[in-house]
């Protein structure tokens, strides 16, 4: 009830003027009335019944007449000042001499000149009093109200909790921000009474009920303590959440760290929150003792996967990490970054390129890295269908550079980020990605063999897309929904899996450590996603109408794309390993004297920048490399 009137008076802030004048007039009667019954009280022997109507009659048009002419109900009442005061002054002033002059003539027996001016200066200063205290009232309802509702437009929260869970120790929400304030907790499950902490719990069985809890608690957001709750209601609650237009935020609860706790921070869900996984778990202490006290090279520092391996890397109490990278601004953007994270970490940015020997060679021999996370590599598919000679040199002849360095220059471990695109690939990125992985297998084969003197292992992770990547599709999307729409698609059935960026990385990290040497890593990407349908969660997310409010359009595959996106090639297998989330390939052999001869060829020719050779030749080293909706096409007949 009080915070529906509370809703009543913000948007009633503004109140008629015609009520205004009705409300003056009235008090001015009444002050009119109240003199008279005084007067007949103190003064019996001038009661007289006689002009009691005229006398309201009077001052019900005199008063009327002139709170008309000086506009007293014209100003806004909160906003009431002296100059709104002297109106009434003398609109009060001129109405009671108005209904002097009328009782001067009406009262025609026992007539007293100073009981008539002193019933006119009482009704006077009752009226002006009268009206003054109203608006007086008026601005201090008006204030309180005020303050009431603001505190009342605070951000009014239902937190979820499992249904299966014990509710009798409780995350602490303590530190939320004043804007935000807890109405009651949430579940599924038939209803009960409950408080904890004293706020109540609801149980709620559908969307009906959902509905009317909003409606009871006037709640307008629903906070997730967890991830792995968003995922679990993101068919239920969150699409509750969607169709009423009640946002759906995520909470880190407090934390202590370094001795400070951590208030709890309030994100919105978002799509990532819903296509996610559980949290993966990883053997953090196998991690940090391998990599504890170490120099740690990443390259392609500045991307988006290789700036998360530094985050992470940088928990693990490394010697120092060197991030090297050829992007300039990304390249400051993440110094400066890591600088405010991790104040006490070693680290040094490089600026160099992986296809210049000479400065690979002078990081090698400058900073002796033990283990490299090999993450540089051009990676948009219809760019490098334009620039296939690009493709190679940086993708095929720059990891080439970095790995036999490596093997000079003693590194331990060389972890390669690689690409499910590498799988039967039907675009250059991909087959350039394939090539890297084939000379990088070749290399560790043959120091198992003893025929190249080196002790490093070489290990190949291979996943998906990440979400949120740079130039990946939600980040497009999200633009798209700023400007309007429309969010354009592909094809209405093509789909991706997709993982994560800190959950792709903590699976680099884990499999570059359990890694013998001459492994690929093939990383569970979960259930593939119709983008189609991706775009249309996104869409809802932000509380629109697919092909409604947003529209959206189908574009066409674009060269070297294709529907779907394999893990596997058809000539490998895979094992399982400790972690459920990672299997190990099996990967067939090749002569190295081949691979490195026709690596050299393709180098010879891709810097000659002949396009359709460099592909004609990729194609020769990798027959299952099979173009798609490109100008290659012809190369396969």
Known sequence: MKTTLMQFIMRSRFVSQRLIFIADVALSVGATVLTYLLIANLFPESNSS??????????????????????TYKNIIRHSSLVESSRIFWACLLSDLG???????????????TLWALSILLDFLLTFVLLILARVCCVAIYQRSFQTLALDQRRRLLVYLDPEKDQTTMPSFSSLSPDNVIVGY???GKRDTQRIGGIKLYSIENEEDFRKLLLHVHANAVLFQSRGQVKEESDRLVRYGEKYKTQMLLGETEEVRNGQVRPARLTEVRIEDLLGREEIKINMENIKRELQGKTVLVTGAAGSIGSEICRQLCTFGLKELVLFDMAETPMHNIRLELEDTFPDVTFTPVVGDIRVVPRVTWLMRTYKPQVVFHAAAYKHVPLMEENPCEAVLANVVGTRNLADLAVEYGVERFVMISTDKAVNPTNVMGASKRLA????????????????????????????????????????????????GPLTVTHPDIIRYFMTIPEAVRLVLEAGVMGEGNEIFVFDMGKPVKIADLARRMIELAGLVPDQDIKIEYTGLRPGEKLYEELLATKENTLPTPNEKIFRAHVREYDRAEVVAAIDHLKEIAQTVDRMETVKCMKQIVPEFKSKNSDFEKLDK
């Open 437 to 484: 992985e084939i000379y990088v297998q070749t290399l560790s084969m043959s120091i198992a063999k003893g025929e190249i003197q080196g002790h490093t292992k070489f290990i190949t992770t291979r996943f998906g897309n990440v979400l949120g990547s740079n130039g990946s599709v939600i980040p497009r999307f999200r633009e798209q929904l700023m400007k309007g």
């Open 50 to 71: 006689k002009p009691f109507g005229c006398l309201i009659l009077s001052t019900l048009v005199f008063s009327s007449l002139f709170f008309w002419i000086f506009r």
């Open 186 to 188: 949430l579940r599924f």
């Open 99 to 113: 209904v002097g002059l009328v009782s001067y003539y009406l009262i025609v027996d026992n007539f007293d000149s």
